[in-house]
C-alpha cells in the first residue's frame, strides 16, 4: 500500500496504532505560551519562570505577556490596563439574564452559561478573521469575568451588583465589586499572585478543551464557556474547593493520620495531591503556600490558623504515605486557603481560578486559530461489526 501522503495527513501506514488513555504524553498542538517541567517543578509563561512574575509582575501584566508574547513597554502597558478597565462593564441584557439565574446554581455552572451569553452581545463572533477583533474579544473576556462571578455572587446573595471601578487593578476590583469594601493591601497584593500563578498551565484538560473548541473555528465564547465547564471538575479546578472542605472535615491536626490513613485503605483520592505532569511538589502551590503565613496573621481569624495548621500536618503525613509514589502537592492544596484567608466563599473557588486561567485560554485560542487544523483524533474501536437488526416485535 502506498499511503496518503496528501496534505498534512499522516501515511497511512504511520497513522498511530498505541492507545494512550488519558491522551498521557500525547503531543495535541505546539505552543510557545508556558512550559512546564514536571521533574523538575518549573513552570514558565512565554519563558519567563512564575516565581519571577509572581514577585515582580501584577496579573494584567501577566495577561499582556501571555496574549502578546512579550512584556509591555510603559505606553503598551497603560493603555492596555485602561482598555481592561473599560471593558469591564457588562451590557445590560447579560446582567439582567444573571439576575434570573437560579440562586441554587453552581458559580461555575452560572459563569459557564454568562460566557456563552456573552456572544448574544458580539453580532459578529462567528467571524474570526480579523486579529485585532479577536485580542479585543480576549481583552474582554478577561475584563468581564471578574464581573459576571460578583454580578452573579451579590444576585443570589440579594444584593445589587456593584459598577466595576476603573481606579482599582483587575485584583483589587474584584474583591471591591465583591464586598463594596476598598481592598485591603495584603489581601489585594496576595489576590493579584493567587491570579498570576493560576493563569496558565501548557497543555491542561481545559485548554486541550478550549483549544478543540477552537479548532473547528468556534467562537471564542463557546470555546471559553467549554473551558470552564471542563475546569469544574473534581480531579481539575474544582479540587480547590473539595480541598478546603476536606480539610475543615478534618477539623484539627490531630486527625490527619486516621484521615489519610482511611482515604488510602478506600482507595479514595485525596483532593489537592497528585498531578499527571508534576512528579515533585507543584511549583505553585510551594509559592502560594510562602503568602499564608502573613494573610493568616493579618487576616485570618483562628478557625483559618487551624486550617493552615491541619493542612501543614497532612502534608507531612502525606509526604510519609505518598510521596515514594510520586504524589505531591498539587497547587489546589494550598490556594483554598488562601481564598479562605480573603473571606471568599468556597464555591467560588473554582470560579476564580477560571478568573485567572481565562488569560491562558485566550493565548490558547488564538494561538490555535493562527495556525488552526481541526482536532480529529481517532479512536481504537472495541464495538461489534455487522450486527443485524431486530424489529422491535422479535426483541
Ligand atoms: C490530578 C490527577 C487526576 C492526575 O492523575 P493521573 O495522572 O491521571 O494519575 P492516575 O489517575 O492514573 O493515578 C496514578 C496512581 O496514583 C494514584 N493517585 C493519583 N492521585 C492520587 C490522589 N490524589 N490520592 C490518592 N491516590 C492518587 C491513583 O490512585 C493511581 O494509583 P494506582 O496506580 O494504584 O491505581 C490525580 O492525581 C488526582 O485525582 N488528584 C486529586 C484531584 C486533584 O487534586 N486535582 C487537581 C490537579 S491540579
Redesign the pocket.
Known amino acids: 500500500m502506498s499511503g496518503n501522503t496528501s496534505g498534512n495527513s499522516l501515511p497511512l501506514e504511520t497513522t498511530i496504532k498505541e492507545y494512550r488513555p488519558?491522551l498521557e504524553g500525547v503531543i495535541a498542538c505546539r505552543s510557545s505560551i508556558s512550559y512546564v517541567d514536571g521533574q523538575e517543578g518549573l513552570l514558565e509563561y512565554r519563558g519567563i519562570n512564575i516565581r519571577e512574575l509572581a514577585e515582580h509582575s501584577t496579573f494584567e501584566e501577566t495577561a499582556y505577556l501571555l496574549l502578546y508574547n512579550h512584556l509591555p513597554s510603559e505606553r503598551e502597558f497603560s493603555q492596555f490596563k485602561m482598555l481592561m478597565a473599560r471593558l469591564r462593564i457588562l451590557p445590560h441584557l447579560i446582567r439582567d439574564a444573571i439576575e434570573e439565574f437560579p440562586v441554587g446554581m453552581h458559580p461555575m455552572l452560572a459563569l459557564q452559561s454568562a460566557i456563552s451569553l456573552l456572544q448574544a452581545d458580539d453580532y459578529y463572533a462567528d467571524d474570526i478573521s480579523s486579529p485585532q477583533h479577536n485580542l479585543r474579544r480576549a481583552i474582554s473576556l478577561m475584563a468581564k469575568l471578574p464581573t459576571l462571578i460578583t454580578t452573579f455572587e451579590r444576585y443570589r446573595s440579594s444584593e445589587e451588583p456593584l459598577p466595576p471601578s476603573s481606579k482599582y487593578s483587575h485584583a483589587e476590583n474584584f474583591l471591591f465589586m465583591l464586598t463594596g469594601e476598598p481592598p485591603h493591601s495584603l489581601a489585594a497584593k496576595v489576590f493579584d499572585r493567587f491570579l498570576i500563578l493560576h493563569a496558565e498551565h501548557s497543555m491542561n484538560a481545559s485548554t486541550f478543551v478550549a483549544r478543540a473548541i477552537a479548532s473547528s473555528n468556534a467562537s471564542i465564547y463557546s470555546s471559553i464557556s467549554g473551558a470552564v465547564g471542563s475546569l469544574s471538575g473534581?480531579?481539575?479546578g474544582g479540587?480547590n474547593e473539595r480541598v478546603l472542605r476536606m480539610l475543615y472535615s478534618i477539623g484539627h491536626p490531630d486527625n490527619v493520620e486516621e484521615f489519610i490513613e482511611e482515604q488510602?485503605a478506600t482507595?479514595n483520592?485525596?483532593?489537592?495531591?497528585?498531578?499527571?505532569v508534576y512528579k515533585v511538589k507543584d511549583p505553585r502551590a510551594h509559592i502560594l503556600e510562602e503568602y499564608i503565613p502573613d494573610l493568616v496573621d493579618q487576616l485570618g481569624g483562628e478557625e483559618v490558623k487551624t486550617l493552615y495548621q491541619t493542612a501543614r500536618r497532612f502534608e507531612e503525613v502525606a509526604a510519609q504515605k505518598?510521596a515514594s509514589?510520586n504524589?505531591h502537592p498539587?497547587?489546589?492544596f494550598y490556594s483554598g486557603i488562601v481564598l479562605e484567608a480573603l473571606g471568599i466563599p468556597v464555591d467560588l473557588f473554582t470560579a476564580i481560578f477560571s478568573m485567572a486561567r481565562v488569560s491562558g485560554w485566550c493565548a490558547h485560542w488564538l494561538e490555535q486559530i493562527d495556525t488552526n487544523r481541526l482536532f480529529r483524533p481517532s479512536q481504537d474501536y472495541i464495538g461489534d461489526h455487522q450486527r443485524a437488526y431486530v424489529p422491535i416485535e422479535n426483541r
Not at 269 to 276: D, K, L, V
Request: hydrophobic share 50%; aromatic share 4%; glycine share 14%.
Open positions: 488519558g473534581i480531579l481539575h479540587a488510602l482507595k483520592r485525596i483532593m489537592g495531591f497528585g498531578h499527571r505518598m509514589r504524589i498539587n497547587v489546589d
